[in-house]
């Protein structure tokens, strides 16, 4: 099992950027995909982004396009998701996963989750 580990989490203005970092341990991630998720109060944990650890290729929820970027170091098994434009409604917990697909990461199911960091973005 892949252990997963984010940081970079805050208190930013709308506007603002901040760029989140998810170091994975353990098995190795070459096989698998690499996703983020969030979970604001009193709502559902949704998709964000995903990267194939080894393809590159990657997919985004229509909330985030154009914003958030998803990119992945492999030589430090270190996955990244860089967010430009914050909006308020961006605030939550965000979580880091690997699974076996991007279609299977798509509809949450992962192996592995991060223990989340928060992101709060002020009006």
């Known amino acids: 099992q892949v252990q997963l580990v984010e940081s970079g989490g805050g208190l930013v203005q709308a506007g603002d950027s901040l760029r989140l970092s998810c170091k994975a341990s353990?098995?190795?991630?070459?096989?698998?995909?690499m996703g983020w998720f969030r979970q604001a109060p009193g709502k559902e944990r949704e998709f964000v982004a995903a990267?194939?650890?080894?393809?590159?290729?990657?997919d985004y929820a229509d909330s985030v396009k154009g914003r958030f970027t998803i990119s992945r170091d492999t030589a430090k098994d270190t996955g990244f998701l860089q967010m430009n434009s914050l909006k308020p409604e961006d605030t939550a917990v965000y979580y880091c996963?690997?699974?076996?697909?991007?279609?299977?990461?798509?509809?949450?199911?992962?192996?592995?989750w991060g223990q989340g960091t928060q992101v709060t973005v002020s009006s």
């Open positions: 990267i194939g650890w080894h393809t590159g290729i990657t």
């Open positions: 996963a690997t699974s076996s697909s991007m279609l299977a990461i798509r509809r949450g199911s992962a192996g592995s």
């Open positions: 353990g098995r190795t991630v070459s096989s698998y995909v």
